[in-house]
Nanobody
Framework: QVQLVESGGGSVEAGGSLLLACVAS????????????MAWFRQASGKERERIAMIDLDGNPSYADSVKGRFTISKDNAKRTLFLQMDSLQPEDTAMYYC???????????????WGQGTQVTVSS
């Protein structure tokens, strides 16, 4: 069974940076992890969950306009870890951040199959 665990959240001042990590277990084969669409989502209080960064099956990243140029998604396939480098954080970035993964060889569309429990990010002004 695939399990995802996020870490790296915390409280920072506006303009600061955080590095989030999502460690996946249940991937004995590197191929399965490499060929799985994965993404970072966030949900702020009173707002809908939004996808902010994603890596497709070929390793190509994409970003929501709200974070483009400030956040960078990457992964270490050997360590089965997805990262989100967040720079120039703003109070509007305050939210619970979740990582999510599709089943292997499933295109980056539709719902994600596996989710972490989330890590809180709070940005003060």
């Amino acid at each position: 069974q695939v399990q995802l665990v996020e870490s790296g959240g915390g409280s920072v001042e506006a303009g600061g940076s955080l590095l989030l990590a999502c460690v996946a277990s249940g991937y004995p084969r590197s191929y399965a992890y490499i060929r799985s669409c994965m993404a970072w989502f966030r949900q702020a209080s009173g707002k809908e969950r939004e996808r902010i960064a994603m890596i497709d099956l070929d390793g190509n990243p994409s970003y929501a306009d709200s974070v483009k140029g400030r956040f960078t998604i990457s992964k270490d396939n050997a360590k089965r870890t997805l990262f989100l480098q967040m720079d120039s954080l703003q109070p509007e970035d305050t939210a619970m951040y979740y990582c999510a993964v599709h089943r292997v060889n499933i295109l980056c569309s539709g719902g994600f199959d596996y989710w972490g429990q989330g890590t809180q990010v709070t940005v003060s002004s």
